[in-house]
């Protein structure tokens, strides 16, 4: 979670503070590893519909299992690593859209 604060400073040393959105900022960074052939795919095609941060769609947090309706994912580039036979590897970072 990440809020979003804008801070100004002022010459005698003053400082002002506001927020920039009402809501925090969810996001989720998922480092995936081990991944088979058809996992990477399934990946891969997933994030490929949903045209990398174009697209939107439904995430279910795993730690609390809630379920929030305008995701997407904050990169247009996804990268995959084949780290031996069978195994690929893959990070993805998922953001609420709703602020």
Excluded at 14 to 30: D, F, H, I, N, P
Excluded at 61 to 80: H, Q
Excluded at 87 to 99: F, H, P
């Amino acid at each position: 979670m990440t809020y979003s604060t804008q801070i100004i400073r002022f010459l005698d040393g003053g400082e002002q503070r506001y927020r920039q959105r009402a809501k925090v900022l969810r996001r989720w960074v998922m480092r995936l590893d081990l991944l088979d052939e058809e996992e990477l795919s399934s990946i891969e095609l997933f994030f490929l519909s949903r045209q990398g941060q174009a697209g939107s769609f439904e995430f279910t947090d795993p730690a609390d299992n809630l379920t929030y309706l305008n995701c997407s994912f904050e990169s247009n580039s996804l990268e995959t690593e084949w780290t031996g036979v069978h195994a690929g590897k893959s990070i993805l970072v998922v953001r609420d859209n709703e602020v």
